[in-house]
């Protein structure tokens, strides 16, 4: 026992020395670090972690006018020592050195360094390298930087972007600059204020109001706009003239209260729908019986006019979690009208076979169902199968609204493995919920907080921060005059249809409501209600009315 105690009181000269490096990492204490260092010289073996503490404490201090000297002067002897005992520097220990190299301008050393790390190598990795490219003016080499991080299969992130952004508009490399807009585009949803003032920058300069296209075929940007899934073309700088940059707010319609423009609820673009409809149908025909997904598949094809895909299952339970609860027809039929009311088009229902033969067996049920699959309206999924890759492949691949409340964060829906599954939910699924027996439908956004380019060239790039309520959120309006005028004008000539449209909107919405059913027997009475299908429409836009 008293052996024991002193022990705990006595510890050994590795162990102490191990508890005074790790109080020295945490409290960022450089001048007792190197101490501590010479003092141990002679008595510690170092490891792979005593050195990359040092590295760590050293990498910290070059941000400290201070202890920048020192602290550099330090941490190379530190490095030297690690590799003169033959110790294997890993990805910690090349990122504090790069640090390091970065911090007396040496970005050829901090990128040298970063690339010898192979694919191992991290955001942080490359960071000092970067960093210090774009902080020396080296526009070039930080392309390069860039250029090598996303061969290795890494993803740049705000910062990284941009401070390539900055460096781009410092040189005036107007064709970097569009592309970086697009890449933070791409990469976050809204800018912090440093990027904004960047930005700001760029757009209030001279090089900025001199390039662009004078002349540009329009029917080629909105074909683009329309390829991208909406709200950019990526065609290159259009017009030309000054700049109008100015703090504004989005109206809930999705209208900028300053320039009119209206901006869009942006989907992913053609290609990556059907990379994903690929994917579900992959990943289905492993899980599911082959030859029963081809049948869907090919049937999907024969049937395509669909505006919205219902999954039956997640309506018809819905709030059904009581003693007599149990699939509720009425739910699924209040809202397969609903959605009818919107765009004259029956949506299609995905519903297992298995609960539908319960249901036929119901004779108050069979005729609207016997019609529903009469009229193509109701697909039944196969005995075995898992309905939910069917709803998810029909609405991707028929690129339509889905309705349903699942949040799709079941394994499924994980190994799609897909960065843009979020952007495709938040454009395509409708979510729900009944007030009195009647369907409130809760539609995708009308449009989206990222950064959007018109097609008349002009720009809108929310800005982050707390906010209340999205309505309260600042954006950057960026226009050219020419396009503020010519908003202005189609403005002014559409303001008129616009009142008589939120008539119509306000109409159909009371009319959709007030045809109610006294109960779930004389709503099932109701023969006919799929009825012929009316011609279908092109998009299914006319859903978000």
Not at 124 to 147: H, I, N, S, W
Not at 482 to 492: G, P, R, V
Request: hydrophobic content about 35%.
């Amino acid at each position: 026992m008293d052996k024991a105690k002193k022990k705990k009181k006595n510890p050994t000269p590795e162990v102490q020395f191990r508890l005074n490096l790790d109080n020295c990492s945490k409290t960022k204490d450089l001048s007792t670090a190197i101490s501590l260092y010479e003092s141990a010289l002679s008595t510690i073996r170092f490891s792979n972690n005593h050195f990359n503490s040092f590295l760590y404490i050293c990498s910290n201090a070059v941000s400290d006018p201070s202890t920048k000297k020192p602290a550099i002067e330090f941490g190379f002897r530190i490095f030297d020592h690690m590799v003169s005992s033959n110790v294997t520097p890993n990805e910690a220990t090349v990122t504090a050195v790069a640090r390091l190299a970065a911090a007396t301008d040496d970005g050829d050393k901090a990128f040298e360094l970063a690339k010898g790390m192979g694919n191992c190598g991290k955001l942080r990795t490359y960071g000092p390298a970067l960093f210090c490219y774009c902080k020396m003016g080296e526009a070039d080499k930080a392309y390069q930087v860039e250029d090598h991080m996303r061969s290795i299969g890494l993803q740049l992130e705000e910062a990284e972007l941009v401070g390539l952004l900055k460096v781009s508009v410092e040189k005036e490399r107007e064709e970097k600059v569009y592309q970086y807009l697009h890449k933070l585009r791409m990469s976050v949803r809204s800018v912090s204020e440093s990027a904004a003032e960047i930005i700001h920058s760029w757009f209030g300069g001279e090089v900025a109001a001199k390039v662009g296209l004078s002349d540009w075929d329009m029917g080629q940007v909105k074909e683009a706009i329309l390829q991208n899934g909406g709200g950019w073309h990526g065609r290159g700088w259009l017009g030309k003239g000054k700049w109008t940059v100015q703090r504004s707010r989005i109206a809930p319609d999705g209208r900028c209260l300053t320039c009119r423009e209206q901006l869009v609820c942006v989907d992913i673009d053609k290609a990556e729908t059907e990379r994903f409809a690929e994917a579900v149908a992959s990943l289905a025909m492993e899980r599911e019986v082959h030859s029963n997904f081809k049948e869907f598949q090919d049937w999907l094809e024969q049937h395509s006019e669909y505006d919205a895909v219902v999954d039956a299952a997640n309506v018809g339970l819905y709030q059904q979690n009581f003693a007599e609860g149990g699939f509720s027809i009425a739910q699924l039929v209040t809202v397969v009208k609903e959605l009818h009311s919107r765009s004259n088009k029956w949506p299609l229902v995905v519903l297992h076979k298995k609960r539908l033969r319960a249901l036929l067996q119901n004779a108050c049920y069979r005729e609207l169902l016997e019609e529903w699959i009469n009229e193509k309206v109701l697909y039944g999924t196969p005995f075995g199968s898992n309905d939910d890759w069917y709803w998810l492949y029909a609405a991707v691949k028929r690129k339509c609204l889905l309705l349903t409340n699942d949040e799709m964060r079941d394994h499924i829906f994980e190994l799609l493995g897909s960065s843009f599954f979020a952007i495709w939910k938040e454009r395509h699924q409708v979510k729900y919920t009944f007030v009195k027996g009647e369907p409130k439908l809760l539609m995708p956004p009308t449009y989206s907080v990222v950064i959007q380019e018109s097609e008349n060239g002009s720009w809108h790039v929310p800005l982050s921060g707390e906010i209340a309520e999205e309505s309260s959120r600042i954006w950057l309006c960026i226009t050219r005059q020419a396009s503020c005028e010519s908003n202005t004008k189609q403005h002014a000539s559409v303001e008129a249809s616009e009142v008589s449209e939120l008539v119509c909107s306000d109409q159909i919405e009371d009319s959709c409501h007030s045809d109610s059913f006294a109960s779930q027997n004389g709503l099932i009475r109701c023969s006919g209600l799929a009825g012929k299908r009316k011609e279908r429409s092109p998009s299914h836009s006319s859903l978000q009315s």
